[in-house]
């Protein structure tokens, strides 16, 4: 198989685009750029990657830049990925909104980043099942944002194959997920229809109407550089009410001298 040719001065246009406009580093991913990408200039009838940097950098089309995105960085997700989280959230995140809520009984949570939709469609689950019996009518829809929106469109119109389902209570698999004729499963609809998708660039200013309550950002900052992630941490706090909560990826790490919120646990910070 034969690969295409990156110049080190196309690849550095290239990694100083993408850093600049959507945060992820691959300043040291030139090979990774050439494996993964080669297949697919090859069949669009490029002969080197020159004109395709050219392209991309001329900021024209956002969605060839967000299929480079994809294919640079991996979606693996599942249903109740690091569990913990989740475990935190039942017992003392919901609790808190609740007191938090008492009069507007409307929720704000935000899962950014949210690849296939399994997080934020698992948060919702929880939601569900936690204001299920509650006194009055609670607002539970969430906030999912990804810069895709391929992957936002495989979301709002999800087909899961089991294996993703596998961590989740039985019950719930079956409460909340119906089998298709392939064999794979999509989603009920009173959890479908509690999330709100919308496409988003981290590196964008955050003006969405309301401060959250939690902000789920979880294995995404790993494509960042310090700086980089240091900037979206004081956006996100600045977005997140008094005594709110950030979940990062177990796989990250914020810096104790930079960060503006406080370490609770593992992976979950709060601003206080």
Not at 101 to 120: L, N, R
């Amino acid at each position: 198989m034969i690969t295409l040719s990156l110049s080190d001065a196309d690849f550095h246009r290239l990694y100083t685009y993408i850093q600049k406009n959507y945060g992820i580093d691959l300043s040291k991913k030139k090979q990774l750029i050439v494996s993964r990408l080669s297949n697919t200039l090859r069949g669009e009838g490029y002969s080197s990657f020159t004109a395709y940097v050219d392209e991309i950098v001329s900021g024209r089309d956002k969605d060839r830049t967000t299929v480079l995105l994809n294919k640079l960085t991996t979606n693996y997700t599942y249903f109740l990925r690091e569990e913990e989280h989740f475990d935190f959230l039942q017992k003392t995140v919901l609790p808190a909104i609740e007191r938090r809520h008492q009069t507007d009984h409307s929720i704000s949570i935000w899962s950014a980043g949210c690849s296939s939709g399994e997080e934020p469609y698992t948060i919702s689950m929880y939601l569900k099942e936690y204001f299920a019996n509650k006194v009055g009518s609670w607002d539970t829809r969430i906030l999912a944002t990804d810069i895709s929106q391929n992957i936002l469109s495989s979301a709002m119109n999800p087909s899961y194959e089991a294996e993703a389902l596998s961590k989740l209570p039985a019950a719930w698999q079956r409460k909340y997920f119906t089998k298709k004729t392939d064999g794979s499963f999509t989603i009920a609809p009173q959890i479908r229809n509690n999330v709100i998708f919308r496409t988003f660039n981290l590196m964008d200013p955050i003006q969405f109407r309301r401060p959250f309550d939690l902000i789920f950002c979880r294995n995404v900052m790993i494509y960042f550089d310090q700086p980089t992630k240091e900037a979206l941490v004081r956006r996100f706090y600045n977005v997140t009410v008094p005594n709110g909560y950030l979940f990062i990826g177990h796989s990250e790490g914020l810096n104790k001298a930079t960060c503006p919120y406080k370490y609770i646990l593992p992976a979950i910070y709060q601003k206080v």
